[in-house]
C-alpha cells in the first residue's frame, strides 16, 4: 500500500464522521415513522428467556397502564405526548429511509477488544433500504444509540464493533439500495429494557424506537423491502466506467490458509481480482477499505479482510494511481463457507458518486485482462542510470540483478527474485523520511504490482534505502521482489509524496 494511502485512510476515517454531520444535514425535517410491514417468523436465541421476557414485559406495561391511568384520575392537566415504539421485526419507514432491527446479541471480547469492568458488549443487527431517488449515507456514529428505561444513551462503540462478526451498514446506498449489518455497543451487563434509536437525519427529519427486549433475538430479513430497487449488476470482465475510474473485475478464487492466517469456523477465505484506471487528469488513491465490498443476496456486507490479504500472492489495488495509470491486484475477504450469491461492490468515491456493483456468480472464475482501456495513458517511464526529479526527490536507478537467493530465503516454484539498485535523494531544506515498502513498488504491463519481498532484499546482500534524509542527503540501497520467472517489462515505480507529488517510472531490462 503506497504512503498516500496510509495516511489518507487514517485522515478520512477520522473525517468520516465531520463529513457525514454535513451530508445527513441535508435530510428532511418532521418525516413520521410508519409501520409498513413486519417479519414474520421469529426465531430467538432462547426461546425460555424470550417468553419470560416478553412476560415481563407485559407485566410492566399492565402496571405502567395502571399507573398512567391513576395518574390521570388524579389530575386534569394536559397528558403528554405518547412515544410510538416498536419491536424487532417491525419494517419501518421514516425520511427516505426503511429500517428492520432483525435483534441483537451479546458479543464475546477478544484479545484486541475488551469491555471495561462491569460492562459488555452487545450488537445490534439490521437492515436498511435507501427509498429516495439519489445517494444517502449511514453513519452508525451519528444516527444510531441504544437507550436504557431512564433514558441513559450509548453511543456505538469502536471496540465493540471490531468484536462484531459482521460489517457495520455505515457507507453510502445507492437509490433503493439496501444494506444488511450490525452496530455495536458496550452498556453495564446488568441492563434491561434498552431500545434501538435511528436518527434518520440529524437535524430534524425523526426518530425510529425499536424496543429490543432482554433476551437475544435474531429474525430472518424479510425477502422484499418496500423502497427497495434491483441495482444493476455487471458481470465478471465488463468494462465499466464510472465517475473518474474504470473498473473490470476479473474473477475470484478460494485462497487457502496458512500458518499465520486462518479463517474463523464456518467461513472461508477469497479473493477479488480486478484490474483498475484512473481516467482522469490528476492524481487517485483507490482503498479497498473505503471503497470495496462483498454483499450476499440478504444484503448482508462483508469487508476486506487484513489477515486474508497476508494468504494472497499478490499486491492489493491500494495506493495513488497517476493520471491514466491502470492497477491490477487481489482484494481478500472472509465469507461463510455456504453463502451464495456474492456480488462484488465498488463505491468509485467515498461520497455520492455512486457504485459499481457486479456478479460474482458461484463459482470461482478468471479472465485475462483488456490489452487497452478508454482513459488509459501510456506513462512516461525512464531508464537506468536517469536523474529524475519527482516531488522533493531526485531518485536513479543504478541497476537490477537477480539472485538466487540462499538457505534462508529462496523464491517460490515458478518465480525469481529481482533486486533494484536505488540511490534517493533530498532536494529540500528540511529532513524527509523514505520507505521502501511504502513508497516503491513493480508493476507489469497488466498493471499488476509486486511489493517489496523482506526475502528477496535480504538476498541482495545489502541494506534498504529506508530511513530520515537530512536536507541534500543521498541514501543508497537495493529493494528486493519476487516475480514470476517468465515475466519480462517490468517498471520499478516510485511514489515521491504522500499527498499527490506524482510517481517515477524507472523500465527494467
Known sequence: MATSNKFRIKLVIFMIPFVLFILLACGGSGATPEKVGEVEEKVSASSQSAEQSEQQ?????????????????????????????????????????????????????????????????IAVEMLIVNQSDSPASISSLLQMSLKDETGQNYDADLMAGTAADSASVDGELSPGERVR??????????????????????????????????????????????????????????????????????????VSPNDFAKPDEGKKFI????????????????????????????????????????????????????????????????????????QFVFDAEVFGTGKIFTDLGSQPVSVEPPAEIAGEIQQETFNIGDIVEIGDFTITVNGVSSPTGNDFSKPN???????????????????????????????????????????????????????????????????????????ADLVFVFDADVFGAGKAFVALP
Open 271 to 342: 479473493a477479488v481480482e480486478m484490474l483498475i484506471v484512473n481516467q482522469s487528469d490528476s492524481p487517485a488513491s483507490i482503498s479497498s477499505l473505503l471503497q470495496m465490498t462483498i454483499k450476499d443476496s440478504t444484503g448482508q456486507s462483508y469487508d476486506p479482510d487484513l489477515m486474508v490479504g497476508t494468504a494472497i500472492d499478490n499486491a492489493s489495488v491500494d495506493g495513488e494511481l497517476s493520471p491514466g495509470e491502470r492497477m491490477r491486484g487481489k482484494i481478500g475477504f472472509q465469507v461463510p463457507t455456504d453463502v451464495q450469491s456474492l
Open 57 to 121: 414485559v407485559e407485566k410492566e406495561a399492565l402496571a405502567t397502564e395502571e399507573e398512567a391511568g391513576e395518574a390521570a384520575t388524579q389530575s386534569e392537566s394536559v397528558p403528554p405526548a405518547e412515544l410510538e415504539v416498536y419491536e424487532v421485526g417491525d419494517i419501518v419507514s421514516i425520511g427516505d429511509s426503511t429500517l428492520v432491527v432483525l435483534g441483537w446479541e451479546e458479543v464475546s471480547p477478544n484479545d484486541f477488544a475488551k469491555p471495561d469492568e462491569g460492562k459488555k458488549f
Open 413 to 487: 516454484e515458478g518465480n525469481k527474485f529481482l533486486v533494484v539498485d536505488v540511490t534517493v535523494e533530498n532536494k529540500t531544506t528540511e529532513p524527509a523520511a523514505i520507505s521502501s515498502m511504502l513508497q516503491m513498488s513493480l508493476k507489469d504491463p497488466s498493471g499488476q504490482s509486486y511489493d517489496v519481498d523482506i526475502f528477496a532484499s535480504s538476498a541482495s546482500g545489502g541494506s534498504t534505502p529506508d530511513g530520515k534524509l537530512a536536507p541534500g542527503e543521498k541514501i543508497r540501497g537495493q529493494v528486493g521482489y519476487q516475480v514470476p520467472a517468465d515475466l
Open 181 to 254: 449489518g450490525k452496530s455495536a455497543f458496550q452498556v453495564p451487563e446488568s441492563i434491561q429494557g434498552l431500545q434501538f434509536v435511528f436518527d434518520e437525519s440529524i437535524f430534524g427529519a425523526g426518530k425510529i424506537f425499536v424496543n429490543l427486549g432482554n433476551a437475544p433475538i435474531s429474525l430472518e430479513p424479510p425477502t422484499e423491502v418496500a423502497g427497495e430497487t434491483q441495482q444493476q449488476a455487471y458481470s465478471v470482465g465488463d468494462i465499466v466506467s464510472i465517475g473518474d475510474s474504470t473498473l473490470v473485475v476479473l474473477g475470484w478464487e478460494e
